[in-house]
Nanobody, 126 residues
Framework: QVQLVESGGGLVQAGGSLRLACAAS????????MGWFRQAPGKEREFAAS????????EYADSVKGRFNISRENGKNTVYLQMDSLRPEDTAVYYC???????????????????WGQGTQVTVSS
């Protein structure tokens, strides 16, 4: 069982930045592909970004490409999501997820992930 704990959410003005962190309890964190998803009020949870266990391959949703950056520190069992140029439409609960498939390709769909955090709220004011 893997426990994921997100942090770093908050309230920020449009154009600002936030850095989310997700700490994992797994001893084998370095072989998990990791992802960030988000869910806005009244909407379905959607993919934002993911990173392969090697750290060398990343995927981004078109809506965040060029503004968000996902990275990981395997020695700290932590994955990050740097969010710049934030927009009001980025307002959502952000969830961290872990994929134990050991695939070299980071997953982009909800069903491919095995473990989820509780989420952290990000609110962007206009």
């Amino acid at each position: 069982q893997v426990q994921l704990v997100e942090s770093g959410g908050g309230l920020v003005q449009a154009g600002g930045s936030l850095r989310l962190a997700c700490a994992a309890s797994a001893h084998t964190f370095d072989i998990y592909n990791m992802g960030w998803f988000r869910q806005a009020p009244g909407k379905e949870r959607e993919f934002a970004a993911s990173i392969a266990w090697t750290g060398g391959i990343t995927e981004y949703a078109d809506s965040v490409k060029g503004r968000f950056n996902i990275s990981r520190e395997n020695g700290k069992n932590t994955v990050y999501l740097q969010m710049d140029s934030l927009r009001p439409e980025d307002t959502a609960v952000y969830y961290c997820a872990a994929d134990r498939s050991y695939s070299g390709r980071p997953a982009i769909t909800l069903g491919e992930y095995d473990y989820w955090g509780q989420g952290t709220q990000v609110t962007v004011s206009s």
